[in-house]
């Protein structure tokens, strides 16, 4: 699904944002990315979809090698990807209906699709009753559903999330946690990047930690790793 190889990237201005990052994320899996502001969280998953390129090393996504993407060739990468943002980036002066349809509108689907997939993606995240409303009616955990809908409404295999519960608090931020397990479930691949420690360690997922750019730890939770010696006794 994903794989880094010797990935490293620098910016304009000298930052050297990632430094020969390594890791592949399986097709169906779910994990955390984790570590301190400015570690290179962001910049990774911007490499993943596309809005960056690597400076060096190899970036494979769904068996496409970014490194030989062209530009125009960008919009397709990014149909079979999921992007939900801190900040929902939602449209108010469009209803909730209208921001989930967004994506779906842009690529041309019929009319009737359109209704039944936003539908659908409502429903999914709890909202299918405030499909009328304007975005800025809603709380701070209904927009970050908003954007999660809209996210999901093309039923990509792979979800990227930049600090989806940085502005939540902890109930609300578990729900959506939940909301992703549930789409990890139908098979859906997960990328989560949180500096949520403690959230991170109820949800017992494989965690990449990141430290100055580089990744420093990979570590299976201990849970499986002690089912796992259980059951080689």
Request: aromatic share 4%; hydrophobic share 40%.
């Amino acid at each position: 699904m994903i794989e880094f190889a010797e990935v490293s990237k620098r910016y304009p201005n000298g930052q050297e944002a990632l430094k020969r990052v390594n890791f592949e994320l399986a097709d169906g899996e779910m994990a955390f990315l984790t570590g301190h502001s400015g570690a290179g969280k962001s910049t990774l998953l911007k490499l993943i979809c596309l809005m960056e390129r690597a400076t060096s090393g190899q970036v494979v996504v769904n068996n496409k090698n970014l490194n030989r993407t062209s530009r125009r060739k960008i919009p397709g990468v990014r149909r079979n990807i999921g992007m939900i943002f801190q900040d929902h980036r939602l449209l108010f002066d469009r209803t909730v209906f209208d921001n989930v349809a967004l994506p779906l509108m842009i690529e041309g689907y019929p009319h009737r699709e359109i209704g039944r997939r936003v539908r659908a993606a409502l429903d999914k995240v709890g909202l299918l009753s405030k499909e009328k409303h304007s975005p800025i009616m809603l709380s701070g955990g209904e927009q970050q559903r908003v954007g999660i809908a809209r996210a999901v409404v093309n039923k990509p295999p792979l979800l990227l999330a930049d600090e989806p519960t940085g502005n939540l608090d902890p109930e609300l931020s578990a729900e959506i946690m939940h909301l992703f397990e549930q789409f990890n479930q139908v098979g859906v691949s997960l990328l989560i990047a949180s500096h949520d420690l403690s959230l991170i360690a109820q949800m017992h997922y494989r965690t990449l930690v990141m430290k100055e750019g580089r990744l420093v730890q990979d570590q299976v939770d201990s849970l499986e790793q002690d089912s796992e010696e259980v059951a080689s006794e």
